[in-house]
Each structure stands twice: as C-alpha cells, then as structure tokens.
C-alpha cells in the first residue's frame, strides 16, 4: 500500500469536517471511479457513438464538405451573422 499526501485549503478541510465527510474513503472512492469508468468509457456505447461522430466529422472536413474557419475569422463571422439576426 502507498501513502498520498494531499494538501486542501483549511476553509475547504474545516467544512468536509462540519459535513462529515471521510476524507480518505472518499478519494478511494474517487480514485476507483477514475480509474474503473476510463476503462468501461472505453468498451461503452457511449465511446462507440463518440468515435462515430468524430469519424464522421473527420470525413467531412476531409471531403470539403465542411469547411474549417481560423479561429479569428470565426468570431468575424459571427459578428457579422449577429448583426444580421438583429
């Protein structure tokens, strides 16, 4: 077994303490959710439907379908779509 130090703020400390909170069963469970959800995320439908997408997005770029705009001429053109809603 290791052992973490951790740091937090007195203020954030003092109010786990009022509200009872077990500091360290907590991370233990926070260090299992990252750990066990970024493995199942990645046998998921939800990971599946998100590659999809971004596939897709990519197929598009790649085809000229869509077109990207720097990032400073899509604020520009933005601008111009906002002055044309008014």
């Known amino acids: 077994m290791q052992t973490i130090h951790f ?3 007195d203020n954030l400390y003092d109010e786990m303490i009022k509200k009872g909170i ?3 069963d907590e991370l233990k469970l926070a260090f299992n959710k990252i750990l ?3 493995e ?3 046998s998921s439908q ?3 439907d998100d590659k999809a997408y971004f596939q897709n997005a ?4 790649e085809s ?3 077109r990207l705009v720097p990032f400073d001429d899509g604020f ?3 601008d111009a779509f906002i002055d044309n809603v008014k």
């Open 7 to 9: 740091q937090v703020e």
């Open 22 to 24: 077990n500091i360290q």
């Open 36 to 38: 066990y959800n970024k």
């Open 40 to 42: 199942s995320y990645l």
């Open 46 to 48: 939800n990971f599946q």
């Open 58 to 61: 990519l197929e598009e770029i």
């Open 64 to 66: 000229g379908k869509v």
């Open 76 to 78: 520009d053109e933005l």
